[in-house]
């Protein structure tokens, strides 16, 4: 089975349609590790689009500061901003779906899926020492995480803690990690609707657990179009802007 995990969309239409036509046909089921509102212009678009396909999804941060189950104290004006319209544009109905979305960790698909860290779903994940603890205490050989937006991940065996390269290069859409049986793996999938890594493509995941390989992809997208309409909506401009950059 070919499983599609997907992280940070971000109410990005664009680069979510992007990434579906580009692995059409190749996955069979879905996953999202949360954050599909917040920043973006499309809120109500992605959340059924995801909905749609049937994806087992976790809350996100956005998803929770949206829905009104954590305060926005500790995000930047910015991103409150961006917050505050969201829930002006949500249907009710989308609305509800955001505030029933389940904490991670949850076993899904044959995996773990968490939008942080393994032990607080608010917390990043950017060192091993980050790191250790998901790959020690989830109850499964592979865990997904997000959050970072940073497309990436760490692998542990015998106490050793390997930081893993994944990304495509420039001229490529993907880059295969081979699984190994003895290891333990915390994998990020990358940002679909807002990068973070410098490079500015929708990022996701495939994992093939047949044949013990997960794709890690990138693929480009149209971003001013998303800028545009996010410049139409008044949404703040850094984050318009930031889509350009990758960062
Ligand atoms: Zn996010």
């Known amino acids: ?22 692995a059409k046909g190749s996955w069979e089921r879905v996953v999202c590790l949360g954050d599909v509102v917040g920043y ?20 996100g941060n956005h998803d929770k500061a949206v829905a009104d189950l ?29 505030a029933a979305l389940p904490q991670g960790p949850l076993e899904a698909e044959g995996v773990v899926l968490v939008h942080g860290a393994f032990q607080d779903e608010d917390e990043y994940v950017f060192t091993p020492s980050q790191a250790l603890e998901g790959l ?4 499964l050989p592979i ?5 970072t937006h940073h497309q990436g991940g760490f692998a542990y065996q015998d106490s050793q803690l390997e930081v893993l390269q994944v990304h495509p290069r420039e001229n490529e859409m ?37 044949h ?10 149209d971003i001013e179009k998303v800028q545009e309409r996010m410049r139409n909506a008044r949404l703040p401009e850094p984050l318009a802007h930031r889509l350009s950059l990758g960062r």
């Not at 089975?1 to 580009?22: P, Y």
């Not at 013990?212 to 997208?221: G, N």
Request: proline share 6%; net charge negative; charged share 25%.
């Open 1 to 22: 089975m070919r499983l599609l995990v997907l992280s940070d969309l971000h109410a990005n239409l664009t680069a979510l349609e992007a990434s579906l036509e580009a």
């Open 40 to 59: 973006g212009p499309d809120p109500n678009e992605v959340s059924t689009r995801i909905r749609e396909l049937g994806a087992a999804t976790i809350r």
């Open 70 to 98: 954590m305060s926005t104290e500790d995000f930047n004006p910015v991103a409150k901003m961006a917050v505050n319209w969201t829930r002006a544009q949500l249907s009710n109905e989308n609305m509800d779906w955001l």
């Open 136 to 139: 020690l205490d989830s109850s």
């Open 143 to 147: 865990t997904f995480y997000g959050h």
């Open 174 to 210: 993907r880059c295969a990690l081979r699984v190994e049986d003895q290891k333990r793996y915390l994998l990020n999938p990358g940002s679909v609707g807002q990068p973070r890594d410098s490079d500015p493509r929708a990022s996701f995941a495939i994992a093939d657990r047949e």
């Open 212 to 221: 013990q390989v997960v794709e890690f992809w990138r693929v480009p997208y």
